[in-house]
């Protein structure tokens, strides 16, 4: 009866000791997962400072820079140069995932200097002879003095041929009065991507660039056909062009404070 009893109490003292093994391997394995999740969200955390650092807040350098001032004097814009906005007022870099924000074309009437764009102009005061589709075509001298950023230049290496200027010009007269400003530009953009559309009527600014660089034979029409996620990337990326066209380095134009 006594040995029984004995190893009754054997057994369930091991019982015992497997339990608290058990547990406490229980205890570690849940501290380990919790570590490990603890891990990746810091990483997650890192990763999205670093994101939100080099689109938003990275100031990048350029190897030259010019007030505009001086390079409408020098007459040193060409119709078909791209403007690059970094603005220091919202963030659109964080939504586009591109370090730039806004862009445009330059277009040239003679002496005066233009940039064609697209933007939203929502919440935004409008003169009434401001276009109420989005679309525009201003002096760049003044949108680059009234931006809140920076302001960077994409200069072609030789002037456009004449005749395509002037039929550039007509389709510039043709999408004022027919084309507009698309809002939901991420709808937009994976409907591109997944081949459900193609740049249309309604736009943004880095789309109509990317039509305007077409039109004026810069890249290949073929390459409207092509499922581009990211325009404004694209834009900002691209330098060889067509015909030995290319796009120089990033130059900064710069506004002096002073009015005179």
């Not at 995932?97 to 330059?106: E, L, N, Q, R, S």
């Not at 960077?152 to 010009?169: D, G, T």
Request: contains cysteine; glycine residues 4%; proline residues 2%.
């Amino acid at each position: 009866m006594q040995k029984t009893n004995r190893q009754t109490n054997q057994s369930v003292g091991r019982l015992n000791e497997q339990y608290v093994d058990q547990s406490i391997q229980s205890k570690f394995s849940f501290l380990e997962q919790g570590i490990s999740i603890s891990y990746i969200n810091i990483i997650c955390i890192v990763l999205i400072i670093l994101y939100i650092y080099f689109v938003q807040f990275y100031k990048i350098d350029t190897e030259h820079k010019i007030f505009i001032e001086d390079a409408i004097e020098n007459k040193l814009f060409k119709t078909g140069d791209i403007i690059l906005f970094k603005a220091s007022n919202n963030f659109n870099s964080v939504k586009t995932a591109t370090y730039f924000g806004h862009t445009g074309v330059v277009v040239c009437y003679g002496d005066e200097v233009m940039l064609f764009e697209a933007n939203g102009i929502e919440r935004v005061p409008l003169k009434e002879r401001h276009n109420k589709n989005g679309m525009f075509l201003t002096p760049l001298h003044e949108r680059v003095s009234k931006y809140k950023g920076r302001c960077f230049l994409k200069a072609l290496n030789n002037p456009l041929n004449e005749h395509i200027v002037n039929l550039y010009k007509e389709f510039i007269s043709w999408a004022i009065q027919n084309m507009y400003y698309e809002y939901n530009v991420i709808r937009s953009v994976f409907k591109k991507l997944l081949g459900m559309e193609r740049c249309h009527n309604g736009t943004n600014c880095a789309e109509i660039v990317f039509i305007s660089l077409i039109r004026l034979g810069l890249i290949p029409a073929s390459e409207f056909d092509n499922n581009i996620m990211n325009h404004l990337q694209y834009v900002a990326d691209i330098k060889t062009l067509e015909n030995g066209y290319e796009y120089s380095d990033l130059i900064e134009l710069v506004d002096h404070p002073f009015a005179y």
